[in-house]
């Protein structure tokens, strides 16, 4: 089933960027452009969204309207001030979401997110109503208690790492933003929680999570070798 209509993108960029030196990383520079900016232009390259939301702090509102103003790019841009937890910017981007049936929630920390990558996650959404990037974990994970002794070692066989984007059909997300409220760094768990199938599907090992200075580093090799 692939999904046309009314899709919107809620691109999640108001954390504080607390591990950055100093740097907000949103803003920081990937191939002579705001990580900000590549995002976005990915989506707008997408047919099928409709709308698309970046959620800041707020400090960073004016700032942001005015980068983006310049791009000339034909989908419009909304932008709202995020919250004090990551499920509260979510949220406040969804209460600007109109008329729309399917959403897209995306780390704006992600900048190496792909056309191919958001398309799939469209696609793969049809099957149960909810489409969650994610890799196979390579490393052995162990489950440990406050004092570091090992509890359990899992099957890394069945262990995915989560990525963005993230598709929702919208009456679902909002349902379980509305109901839910315990902190949670998913939204996908959100779902879960309310008992909706979730569906994974193959995301990509360098569509890294830029969290401190030697991501970015990293990104910026990654940018060059796929030839952006």
Same mark, same amino acid.
């Given at each position: 089933?692939?999904?046309? *209509?009314? /899709?919107?993108?809620?691109?999640?960029?108001?954390?504080?960027?607390?591990?950055?030196?100093?740097?907000?990383?949103?803003?920081?520079?990937?191939?002579?452009? *705001?990580?900000? /900016?590549? /995002?976005?232009?990915?989506?707008?390259?997408?047919?099928?969204?409709?709308?698309? #939301?970046?959620?800041?702090?707020?400090?960073?509102?004016?700032?942001?309207?005015?980068?983006?103003?310049?791009?000339?790019? =034909?989908?419009?841009?909304?932008?709202?001030?995020?919250?004090?937890?990551?499920?509260?910017?979510?949220?406040?981007?969804?209460?600007?979401?109109?008329?729309?049936?399917?959403?897209?929630?995306?780390?704006?920390?992600?900048?190496?997110?792909?056309?191919? =990558?958001?398309?799939?996650?469209?696609?793969?959404?049809?099957?149960?109503? /909810?489409?969650?990037?994610?890799?196979? #974990?390579?490393?052995?994970?162990?489950?440990?208690?406050?004092?570091?002794?090992?509890?359990?070692?899992? *099957?890394?066989?069945?262990?995915?790492?989560?990525?963005?984007?993230?598709?929702?059909?919208?009456?679902?997300?909002?349902?379980?933003?509305?109901?839910?409220?315990?902190? #949670?760094?998913?939204?996908?768990?959100?779902?879960?929680?309310?008992?909706?199938?979730?569906?994974?599907?193959?995301?990509?090992?360098?569509?890294?999570?830029?969290?401190? *200075?030697?991501?970015?580093?990293?990104?910026?090799?990654?940018?060059?070798?796929?030839?952006?």
């Amino acid at each position: 089933m692939t999904i046309r *209509p009314n /899709v919107a993108v809620i691109i999640v960029a108001a954390g504080e960027s607390c591990r950055m030196d100093g740097m907000d990383k949103i803003f920081a520079p990937l191939g002579g452009l *705001p990580i900000l /900016v590549r /995002v976005i232009d990915v989506f707008q390259q997408c047919e099928p969204v409709k709308q698309i #939301v970046v959620v800041l702090r707020e400090p960073n509102l004016k700032w942001g309207q005015k980068l983006v103003g310049g791009q000339g790019w =034909l989908k419009a841009v909304g932008f709202c001030a995020g919250g004090a937890r990551r499920q509260d910017s979510v949220l406040a981007g969804l209460d600007c979401v109109e008329d729309c049936e399917w959403v897209v929630i995306h780390d704006g920390a992600r900048p190496l997110v792909t056309l191919d =990558l958001i398309n799939r996650g469209l696609e793969t959404a049809g099957e149960t109503g /909810v489409a969650v990037a994610a890799v196979p #974990v390579t490393d052995t994970i162990k489950i440990a208690g406050d004092d570091r002794l090992v509890r359990q070692t899992p *099957p890394r066989s069945g262990l995915w790492a989560a990525q963005t984007p993230q598709v929702f059909r919208f009456d679902i997300i909002k349902e379980a933003y509305h109901q839910i409220t315990d902190e #949670v760094t998913d939204d996908a768990s959100l779902v879960e929680r309310l008992g909706y199938k979730v569906k994974l599907y193959m995301g990509a090992y360098d569509n890294i999570k830029i969290t401190s *200075p030697a991501d970015l580093a990293l990104a910026g090799i990654l940018w060059s070798e796929q030839g952006a």
